[in-house]
Each structure stands twice: as C-alpha cells, then as structure tokens.
C-alpha cells in the first residue's frame, strides 16, 4: 500500500525559510524509475508544480521558483524534504507531494496535504 | 494565470454526459500524449482519473474516459452521478524545465 505524507510548519513568517518532509512508505525511491514531486495548491486555486527528484537523484525545478527552491531526499530512499526560501503571503498554499515515475507525468499517489500560511 | 485553459465551471443532471475541455499550445497539450485529468473534493488530496491523455487507473470507473485533438484534451464523464461533483484539473508535460502545467479547474455541478 503506497502512501505519502507530508509534515511542517503551518505558520511562516514573511522571509523566512520553509522546510517541509514527505514521508513516504510502499515504495522507495532507490528503486529504478521512481520519482517524488512536491505540487502546491493555493485556496481555492490551481494546483502548481514545484519540483521533482529521481530515483538516481536527478532534480526538476518550476522555473519561476527555481533560486528558490531545493528539494532533496535522506539516505533512508523514503523522505523527500523541499525547502522554500524567502516565503511571502502569496507563498500560502496547500503543499502535496505526489508520487511518479520517470518518463510519465502523472502523479498516481498523493499525500493528504499541508497547509502553509505566511503571515506575521 | 494557468497555462491550460479550463472552462470556469460545467453541469449536468445525473445520468447525462459532460465534457471538460483542456487548451494548451503545442509545447505542451498537443505535443504530447501526456495529458493527465484529476478530480478534487473539497478538502482532499486531488485524485488521478486519467493519465496519458485517456487511460484509466485501477479503480477508476470507466464512466470517465479522455481524449485528445490537436492541442486540446477533453474528459467525459457519462451517465453522471452525484458524487461526480467535484473540481477538475487537467495537467500537461511540457517538455521544459517546468516539466508538468496545470488547468485552472473546472467545477463540475450535477444538478
């Protein structure tokens, strides 16, 4: 049974750092082909990519976010972490990491979600 | 602003079909079969109803299927059934470094 599940901060301050976990079990991302993506969904708005890591440690980034964004995973292959610098209000979303593998682009898995608000 | 472009909102009564359609450009919907439909309650996480521009997941009931036509893809949902209400996202590869686009959604009301 895959599942995912995200963990961090529900409050940030403007210009802090960001630093959210997915924690993930029925799969590892040491396994050929597997990939972990971190997708954002601001209330009552569209759904947005953020970032991806390969199972061989490649990394895709959103453009627009890109000096701001790092994700990462730990030597365990079952945590992907995502940090987002220099948070702003606008930055207040709903924060999902999402399952897939290389060479397709549909997310089969989805963790239940964090919500991030920046606010002081 | 969405890279896809989603009709804001569609109904239908419960047993009739709708469609949502999903605009793109050719760099990303019609340059690839990579087109992917999710659907959305309130609340909950989105959930994978279409990948590869018409290919069900297990599970998933075949009254929704997907299609694609130049740089527009459509989901259909048949015989509609109350909890089909819901919000509807397409998504698209798009062959850049920003490997994946969105639609703006489409909420779907069966009155």
């Known amino acids: 049974q895959v599942t995912l599940r995200e963990s961090g901060p529900a409050l940030v301050m403007p210009t802090q750092t960001l630093t959210l976990t997915c924690a993930f079990s029925?799969?590892?991302?040491?396994?050929?082909?597997?990939?972990v993506t971190w997708i954002r969904q601001p209330p009552g708005k569209a759904p947005e990519w953020l970032a991806r890591i390969d199972w061989d440690g490649d990394k895709y980034y959103n453009t627009s976010l890109r000096t701001r964004l790092t994700i990462s995973k730990d030597s365990s292959e079952r945590q992907v972490v995502l940090t987002m610098t220099n948070m702003h209000p606008v930055d207040t979303a709903t924060y999902y990491c999402?399952?897939?593998?290389?060479?397709?682009?549909?997310?089969?898995?989805w963790g239940q979600g964090a919500l991030v608000t920046v606010s002081s | 602003q969405s890279a896809l472009t989603q009709p804001a909102s569609v109904s239908g009564s419960p047993g009739q079909s709708i469609t949502i359609s999903c605009t793109g450009t050719s760099s990303d919907v019609g340059g690839y079969n990579y087109v992917s439909w999710y659907q959305q309650h309130p609340g909950k996480a989105p959930k994978l109803m279409i990948f590869?521009?018409?290919n069900r997941p297990s599970g998933v009931s075949d009254r929704f299927s997907g299609s694609k036509s130049g740089d527009t893809a459509s989901l259909t949902i048949s015989g509609l059934q109350a909890e089909d209400e819901a919000d509807y996202y397409c998504?698209?590869?798009?062959?850049?470094?920003?490997?994946?686009?969105f639609g703006g959604g489409t909420k779907l009301t069966v009155l």
């Open positions: 029925g799969f590892s991302l040491s396994t050929n082909g597997m990939c």
């Open positions: 999402a399952r897939n593998f290389y060479g397709k682009y549909y997310h089969d898995y």
């Open positions: 998504s698209s590869y798009t062959g850049r470094s920003t490997l994946v686009v």
């Open positions: 590869d521009v018409g």
